[in-house]
T-cell receptor
Framework: DAKTTQPNSMESNEEEPVHLPCNHS???????IHWYRQLPSQGPEYVIHGLTSNVNNRMASLAIAEDRKSSTLILHRATLRDAAVYYC????????????FGQGTTLQVKP | DADVTQTPRNRITKTGKRIMLECSQTKGHDRMYWYRQDPGLGLRLIYYSFDVKDINKGEISDGYSVSRQAQAKFSLSLESAIPNQTALYFC??????????????FGPGTRLLVL
């Protein structure tokens, strides 16, 4: 499975945008980029995913580099509730459904 | 009501005891998973099941067994618990899209302490 690299931690101020980077230089053409987050004392929750084009949903936006070797999760206005560990995960059709979690980025949001 | 529930939420047991963690889901999904999480680390897959008659080992299945009693229920057993099985355990479900866009939905977790 292709690996991802994320910063261990990031800080943001409340109500400001947050850009969480992920490097995946060995990504294959069939890998989708998924983001999950884990709030304190909770299970992970799905945030967003994409293949080549940028994606938007009610939670966040996903910006994918043209060469697909990196991507950025964008939280447009961080709230205190967005403080969590964010995981960038690559998935392809051959990984039989399993999610391979790295250590993720711990996002701290300051009031 | 939560779509994916786990019982118990917390459990303390002693070395050598057999315990069972249970997971139920109301999402109607075919696929279910058990993961464990150790402090400061991501989740690792223990077992997964794509339907009632299908059971597969994940990356860390030694010391664990599972039972898929029905589409909605997937149980994880520790036959003889040992201290290094102290961890946070998560159950997850997904529908059977079977492709790279599949999304997983996680339960709230069971915190297990083996003394």
């Amino acid at each position: 499975d292709a690996k991802t690299t994320q910063p261990n931690s990031m800080e943001s101020n409340e109500e400001e945008p947050v850009h969480l980077p992920c490097n995946h230089s060995t990504i294959s053409g069939t890998d989708y980029i998924h983001w999950y987050r884990q709030l304190p004392s909770q299970g992970p929750e799905y945030v967003i995913h994409g293949l080549t084009s940028n994606v938007n949903n009610r939670m966040a936006s996903l910006a994918i580099a043209e060469d697909r070797k990196s991507s950025t999760l964008i939280l447009h206005r961080a709230t205190l509730r967005d403080a969590a560990v964010y995981y960038c995960i690559l998935r392809d059709v051959s990984n039989t459904g399993k999610l391979i979690f790295g250590q993720g980025t711990t996002l701290q949001v300051k009031p | 009501d939560a779509d994916v529930t786990q019982t118990p939420r917390n459990r303390i047991t002693k070395t050598g005891k057999r315990i069972m963690l249970e997971c139920s889901q109301t999402k109607g999904h075919d696929r279910m998973y058990w993961y464990r999480q150790d402090p400061g680390l991501g989740l690792r897959l223990i077992y997964y099941s794509f339907d009632v008659k299908d059971i597969n080992k994940g990356e860390i299945s030694d010391g664990y067994s599972v039972s898929r009693q029905a589409q909605a229920k997937f149980s994880l057993s520790l036959e003889s618990a040992i201290p290094n099985q102290t961890a946070l355990y998560f159950c997850a479900t997904s529908d059977s899209t079977g492709d790279a866009e599949e999304t997983q939905y996680f339960g709230p977790g069971t915190r297990l302490l083996v003394l």
